[in-house]
T-cell receptor, first 112, second 112 residues
Framework: SQQGEEDPQALSIQEGENATMNCSYK?????LQWYRQNSGRGLVHLIL?????REKHSGRLRVTLDTSKKSSSLLITASRAADTASYFC????????????FGTGTQLKVEL | EAGVTQSPTHLIKTRGQQATLRCSPI?????VYWYQQALGLGLQFLLW???????NRGNFPPRFSGRQFPNYSSELNVNALELEDSALYLC???????????FGSGTRLTVV
């Protein structure tokens, strides 16, 4: 299976703290994307990082990519209760037929 | 601009029946992707349609099939339903920007 792994599977933090989740994958990639899913509904695209990039920022989000280790991390700074959701990484690789291959997800709970 | 719309939101079927799920992509998007998210599992790629043709298929049995219409909307058909087909089925679309996917809110299929 090409599916990646994410850790931790679940993360519980207090509002205002930072949340870090990690993703590992198995193949060479074209890019890696992070998505958020609220309450088992649709996915919302957060950020895309290309294979030749090492770090990317978007608002309170910071993504890193280490292609030598086939891993990525998503950092959410100053978390809010509204950040409570499941977060998935997804990879796209050359020859993959345009499909995204998703990781297993991290369930983040931000408590007041 | 309307997003990706899926119908119905919920669907309850009996084992052995057929289910039909529908997806309308964002206007201008020609590609439609289907994913299955079973409880406790990550998203599994099902099918990719582009310009009316099936371009790629995931590791699912032939009873999962679909089509794409001239207006780029798509149908996913699941025949001979089994209990393990119970899942959230997500549709996504993209256009010229191959790596930019927009997901719908999904159809939750329950097989009893």
């Amino acid at each position: 299976s090409q599916q990646g792994e994410e850790d931790p599977q679940a993360l519980s933090i207090q509002e205002g703290e930072n949340a870090t989740m990690n993703c590992s994958y198995k193949t060479s990639i074209n890019n890696l994307q992070w998505y958020r899913q609220n309450s088992g509904r649709g996915l919302v695209h957060l950020i895309l990082i290309r294979s030749n990039e090492r770090e990317k920022h978007s608002g309170r989000l910071r993504v890193t990519l280490d292609t030598s280790k086939k891993s990525s991390s998503l950092l959410i700074t100053a978390s809010r209760a509204a950040d409570t959701a499941s977060y998935f990484c997804a990879t796209a690789f050359t020859g993959g037929g345009n499909k995204l291959t998703f990781g297993t997800g991290t369930q983040l709970k931000v408590e007041l | 601009e309307a997003g990706v719309t899926q119908s119905p939101t919920h669907l309850i079927k009996t084992r052995g029946q057929q289910a039909t799920l529908r997806c309308s992509p964002i206007s201008g998007h020609t590609s439609v992707y289907w994913y299955q998210q079973a409880l406790g599992l990550g998203l599994q790629f099902l099918l990719w349609y582009d310009e009316g043709e099936e371009r790629n298929r995931g590791n699912f049995p032939p009873r999962f099939s679909g089509r794409q219409f001239p207006n780029y909307s798509s149908e996913l058909n699941v025949n001979a339903l089994e209990l393990e087909d119970s899942a959230l089925y997500l549709c996504a679309s993209n256009g010229l920007n191959l790596w930019s996917y927009t997901f719908g809110s999904g159809t939750r299929l329950t097989v009893v």
